[in-house]
């Protein structure tokens, strides 16, 4: 097995589509189909399942995906690290970002990063805390941002910023709330809120465990900005973190207020693997990351008060 196997093997993984793949890799179809014949050839085990809609990795497949991936991020790693003796930051950071994070700032903090950095390579996805956690530990991501506390995290974790979450409901709705409401109120409010798989929806019911109620919401979605949309048309009432609501809270379609008897902070911190090292290109990443979410949090604070 060679280097080349190997990145085109996890391509193709990735893509489950030679054609996608081979247009990734920019190679003609057959040198890919080729190449991966002759590792399945000399692995003595079948790697992919094909079928009408795509390809599939068997059981040897995922085992090889989850051992290799690895091997080539650490490459990439070496690689960038070299290239950065000349003083230039460049290189591949592949970071994954829960919604809120991601829905608030990645647009703008995206752009500061293409344009200061134009060596970097940026991949970022959207998933679970918990999700993205496994794929920092298993190498699919070199930093994770999560809502934190959260099970197994590591001790690289870097905090980026504790933030409240609010009480929100639509401009038009008429019910009269002062402007500090106590959290047990939600317990008899129609609401709105993400699924347990969520990492919001775990800190909104240990709140409520610890208030004495249980939440039972009449939605459940996991995507923020559905949930802000729900509440901008209807009557229903919703808690996110402030940067999840600075859009609408900004257009005037949602108003907010904020919980007392308890608070409900959520804090977001960026993670990376501890057997890994942070490369000038990571750091300089989430250096404009933090500073975005930061500022998209305090301008999410100013618009409820005003």
């Given at each position: 097995m060679d280097l080349k196997?190997?990145?085109?093997?996890?391509?193709?993984?990735?893509?489950?589509?030679?054609t996608r793949a081979a247009r990734q890799l920019n190679i003609v179809q057959p040198a890919l189909s080729m190449q991966i014949a002759k590792l399945e050839k000399s692995l003595?085990?079948?790697?992919?399942?094909?079928?009408?809609?795509?390809?599939?990795?068997?059981?040897a497949?995922?085992?090889?995906?989850?051992?290799?991936?690895?091997?080539?991020?650490?490459?990439?790693?070496?690689r960038d690290e070299i290239a950065q003796l000349d003083g230039e930051v460049s290189g591949r950071v592949n970071i994954g970002m829960i919604t809120s994070a991601a829905q608030s700032t990645l647009p703008v903090s995206s752009a500061a990063i293409a344009a200061k950095y134009p060596q970097i390579h940026?991949?970022?996805?959207?998933?679970?805390?918990?999700?993205?956690?496994?794929?920092?530990?298993?190498?699919?991501?070199?930093?994770?941002?999560?809502?934190?506390?959260?099970?197994?995290?590591?001790?690289?974790a870097r905090h980026i910023l504790d933030e409240e979450m609010m009480l929100?409901?639509?401009?038009?709705?008429?019910?009269?709330?002062?402007?500090?409401?106590?959290?047990?109120?939600?317990?008899?409010?129609?609401?709105?809120?993400?699924?347990?798989?969520h990492g919001l929806r775990r800190i909104l019911d240990d709140a409520a465990t610890?208030?004495?109620?249980?939440?039972k919401p009449r939605l459940e979605i996991d995507t923020l900005s559905a949930i802000c949309e729900v509440v901008a048309t209807t009557n229903l009432f919703t808690v996110l973190p402030g940067i999840a609501l600075q859009s609408a809270l900004a257009a005037n379609r949602i108003k907010a207020r904020r919980?007392?008897?308890?608070?409900?902070?959520?804090?977001?911190?960026?993670?990376?693997?501890?057997?890994?090292?942070?490369?000038?290109?990571m750091s300089a990443v989430m250096d404009i990351i933090a500073a975005d979410l930061t500022k998209a949090a305090a301008s999410a604070s100013r618009l409820v008060r005003r």
């Amino acid at each position: 097995m060679d280097l080349k196997q190997m990145q085109y093997f996890l391509c193709l993984a990735q893509e489950g589509n030679v054609t996608r793949a081979a247009r990734q890799l920019n190679i003609v179809q057959p040198a890919l189909s080729m190449q991966i014949a002759k590792l399945e050839k000399s692995l003595d085990k079948k790697l992919f399942y094909r079928g009408s809609r795509g390809m599939s990795l068997t059981a040897a497949g995922e085992a090889l995906a989850q051992r290799i991936a690895p091997i080539i991020v650490d490459i990439d790693r070496v690689r960038d690290e070299i290239a950065q003796l000349d003083g230039e930051v460049s290189g591949r950071v592949n970071i994954g970002m829960i919604t809120s994070a991601a829905q608030s700032t990645l647009p703008v903090s995206s752009a500061a990063i293409a344009a200061k950095y134009p060596q970097i390579h940026l991949l970022v996805c959207e998933g679970y805390s918990e999700t993205m956690l496994e794929w920092v530990a298993t190498g699919q991501l070199d930093i994770a941002i999560v809502n934190t506390p959260a099970p197994r995290l590591p001790a690289t974790a870097r905090h980026i910023l504790d933030e409240e979450m609010m009480l929100a409901y639509g401009a038009s709705n008429k019910m009269a709330l002062p402007k500090v409401v106590s959290f047990d109120r939600i317990e008899s409010l129609d609401i709105v809120i993400p699924s347990r798989r969520h990492g919001l929806r775990r800190i909104l019911d240990d709140a409520a465990t610890e208030a004495g109620f249980s939440l039972k919401p009449r939605l459940e979605i996991d995507t923020l900005s559905a949930i802000c949309e729900v509440v901008a048309t209807t009557n229903l009432f919703t808690v996110l973190p402030g940067i999840a609501l600075q859009s609408a809270l900004a257009a005037n379609r949602i108003k907010a207020r904020r919980l007392r008897n308890p608070a409900i902070v959520r804090s977001v911190a960026w993670v990376t693997n501890p057997r890994r090292n942070v490369t000038a290109a990571m750091s300089a990443v989430m250096d404009i990351i933090a500073a975005d979410l930061t500022k998209a949090a305090a301008s999410a604070s100013r618009l409820v008060r005003r």
